[in-house]
């Protein structure tokens, strides 16, 4: 309660960016709490001033939705590049957290080789010791990718910050389950490729997709290997979880007016020209051209 307390103070905001604002309430304990809390206290509803339409405000606060395995990373990476702000994907966190072999590696590595959803308590811990790294680094808005997925993650991060807009990527079922059995890392540079070559007929009138795979070069053939959570059982588990869990995220964002669905035609090819026109960034493209 005293670090609610020192948050409600009027100068607490307006000296913290939104990432440390965000940060400090998250490690606070206001995750502990129910959702209802978001709205219990009247200083996190506090949102701050900012421009979101103008092509030249660089911070953003988005959110990618969709799917385990719809692309969400590939997307918001390239985003993040374009528009010169954090990609955080909370998918990174919890793998780096396993890699690191440290007191939450075998209880993670439980719960993600069974296709389990990592708890809120987990999820916001390593979020928030990221946004606190960043900060220190001068980093200014970011691109949530994997959070919120739940309810409950989403009143948090609306009682603490102001998100601009919310891409939800879709994809046809049958086509996310192929996409994601291809999908494969090379065990010695780390780099992710896709072996699935995707052709598929339209389907209840659904346009047919296509989608060429991502190979690696050569040198990486003879390395690649397959996620022990990419197995067709617990592929099919975790859109279980995700439809059971994160759908009701997007009803939550429609309702706000902040929820922009976005089909996915095909690969990156065909994809990201049209993503980048649906957001009104075509524009950058243009620019990068013009200079090359």
Same mark, same amino acid.
């Given at each position: 309660?005293?670090?609610?307390?020192? @948050?409600?103070?009027?100068?607490?905001? !307006?000296?913290?960016?939104?990432?440390?604002?965000?940060?400090?309430?998250?490690?606070?304990?206001?995750?502990?709490?129910?959702?209802?809390? !978001?709205?219990?206290? *009247?200083?996190?509803?506090?949102?701050?001033?900012?421009?979101?339409?103008?092509?030249?405000?660089? $911070?953003?606060?988005?959110?990618?939705?969709?799917? *385990?395995?719809?692309?969400?990373?590939?997307?918001? $990476?390239?985003?993040?590049?374009?528009?010169?702000?954090?990609?955080?994907?909370?998918g990174d966190l919890v793998r780096e957290e396993l890699a690191?072999?440290?007191?939450?590696?075998?209880?993670?590595?439980?719960?993600?080789?069974?296709?389990?959803?990592?708890?809120?308590? +987990?999820?916001?811990?390593?979020?928030?010791?990221?946004?606190?790294?960043?900060?220190?680094?001068?980093?200014?808005?970011?691109?949530?990718?994997? /959070?919120?997925?739940?309810?409950?993650?989403?009143?948090?991060?609306?009682?603490?910050?102001? +998100?601009?807009?919310?891409?939800?990527?879709?994809?046809?079922?049958?086509?996310?389950?192929?996409?994601?059995?291809?999908?494969?890392?090379?065990?010695?540079?780390?780099?992710? /490729?896709?072996?699935?070559?995707?052709?598929?007929?339209? @389907?209840?009138?659904?346009? !047919?997709?296509?989608?060429?795979?991502?190979? *690696?070069?050569?040198?990486?053939?003879?390395?690649?290997?397959?996620?022990?959570?990419?197995?067709?059982?617990?592929?099919?588990h975790r859109i279980d979880i995700y439809n059971e869990k994160?759908? *009701?995220?997007?009803? /939550?964002?429609?309702?706000?007016?902040?929820?922009?669905? /976005?089909?996915?035609?095909?690969?990156?090819?065909?994809?990201w020209p049209k993503l980048l026109e649906v957001l009104d960034?075509?524009?950058?493209?243009?620019?990068?051209?013009?200079?090359?």
């Open positions: 309660m005293a670090a609610l307390t020192r @948050l409600a103070k009027p100068s607490s905001f !307006a000296s913290r960016s939104p990432i440390s604002y965000l940060s400090r309430c998250l490690y606070s304990g206001v995750a502990s709490e129910s959702s209802s809390h !978001a709205a219990s206290y *009247p200083h996190l509803g506090r949102k701050p001033s900012r421009v979101v339409n103008d092509p030249n405000n660089r $911070s953003v606060q988005w959110v990618f939705l969709g799917s *385990p395995g719809v692309g969400k990373g590939t997307y918001a $990476s390239r985003l993040s590049n374009l528009l010169g702000v954090p990609h955080i994907a909370t690191a072999s440290g007191p939450l590696s075998q209880q993670l590595s439980e719960i993600v080789n069974q296709g389990k959803l990592v708890s809120d308590e +987990i999820i916001i811990n390593l979020l928030s010791k990221r946004l606190e790294a960043g900060e220190a680094k001068g980093e200014l808005g970011f691109i949530l990718d994997g /959070f919120p997925r739940t309810m409950r993650q989403a009143e948090i991060l609306e009682g603490v910050t102001d +998100i601009d807009l919310v891409l939800n990527l879709k994809l046809r079922e049958d086509v996310l389950l192929e996409k994601c059995l291809g999908r494969r890392t090379c065990g010695q540079c780390g780099g992710n /490729f896709n072996v699935a070559s995707i052709n598929v007929k339209g @389907l209840n009138g659904s346009p !047919a997709i296509s989608m060429a795979p991502l190979l *690696p070069p050569q040198h990486c053939m003879s390395k690649l290997v397959t996620r022990a959570d990419d197995t067709e059982e617990v592929i099919k994160s759908r *009701p995220v997007e009803e /939550f964002y429609r309702s706000r007016g902040k929820l922009l669905e /976005f089909d996915l035609p095909g690969g990156i090819p065909e994809s960034r075509d524009d950058y493209m243009e620019q990068q051209s013009a200079a090359a």
